[in-house]
Antibody
Framework: QVQLQESGPGLVKPSQTLSLTCTVS??????????WNWIRQHPGKGLEWIGY???????YYNPSLKSRVAISLDTSKNQFSLKLSSVTAADTAIYYC????????????????WGQGTLVTVSS | QSVVTQPPSVSAAPGQKVTISCSGS????????VSWYQHFPGTAPKLLIY???KRPSGIPDRFSGSKSGTSATLGITGLQTGDEADYFC?????????FGGGTKLTVL
């Protein structure tokens, strides 16, 4: 059974960089079938897709966040990470890591596995 | 403001049927698959429908999905109190993922 687990500081100061890691168990992060995503939910609001990284290291980011976001892959640890720079209170949200499968042997193009989410608060 | 819109809330009585709409445009729903998720606050969202109308293993046939043009619909029949949750749709738009704003289902 694939499991994703977010980890990182729950409190970040304004103007600093938010850093989160997602540890994947039960499956390889190196498979060409998967896109590894970060998604967030502001308090009381809908979901916002932040971006994804593909197994070869290719990334694609939400245009509204692109200038501040970096997603990376650590295949040796089966992890992928998010860095969001110059944060403000508007970046306070629950952050989820998630998997999208592109293969016809899975639930194609849907988010089939999610982490539990981690609340990150931006405050001084 | 999401480019894909859902009603903020819907409600129905136990045993009844409810539908939740997801409206977009040709750049997203019109030319991409739609998926649907059930979300209980504080937990990981759960995939209910993928590729517009397909159900993952273990999802009861009380849940159904359809798509027509630039809109998609989630249907839930035989409502149960345990279905009370947030539901949201997702699709692609210019190579990035977009979500509907979410719909809160109340089972009266």
């Amino acid at each position: 059974q694939v499991q994703l687990q977010e980890s990182g500081p729950g409190l970040v100061k304004p103007s600093q960089t938010l850093s989160l890691t997602c540890t994947v168990s039960g499956g390889s992060i190196s498979s060409s079938a998967y896109y590894w995503n970060w998604i967030r939910q502001h308090p009381g609001k809908g979901l916002e897709w932040i971006g994804y990284i593909y197994y070869g290291g290719s990334t694609y980011y939400n245009p509204s966040l692109k200038s501040r976001v970096a997603i990376s892959l650590d295949t040796s640890k089966n992890q992928f990470s998010l860095k969001l720079s110059s944060v403000t209170a508007a970046d306070t949200a629950i952050y989820y890591c998630a998997r999208i499968c592109s293969s016809t042997s899975c639930y194609r193009w849907a988010i089939d596995y999610w982490g539990q989410g981690t609340l990150v608060t931006v405050s001084s | 403001q999401s480019v894909v819109t859902q009603p903020p809330s819907v409600s129905a009585a136990p045993g009844q049927k409810v539908t939740i709409s997801c409206s977009g445009s040709s750049s997203n729903i019109g030319n991409n698959y739609v998926s649907w998720y059930q979300h209980f606050p504080g937990t990981a969202p759960k995939l209910l429908i993928y590729e517009n109308e397909k159900r993952p293993s273990g999802i009861p046939d009380r849940f159904s999905g359809s798509k027509s043009g630039t809109s998609a619909t989630l249907g839930i029949t035989g409502l149960q109190t345990g279905d009370e949750a947030d539901y949201f749709c997702a699709t692609w738009d210019s190579s990035h993922k977009v979500f509907g704003g979410g719909t809160k289902l109340t089972v009266l």
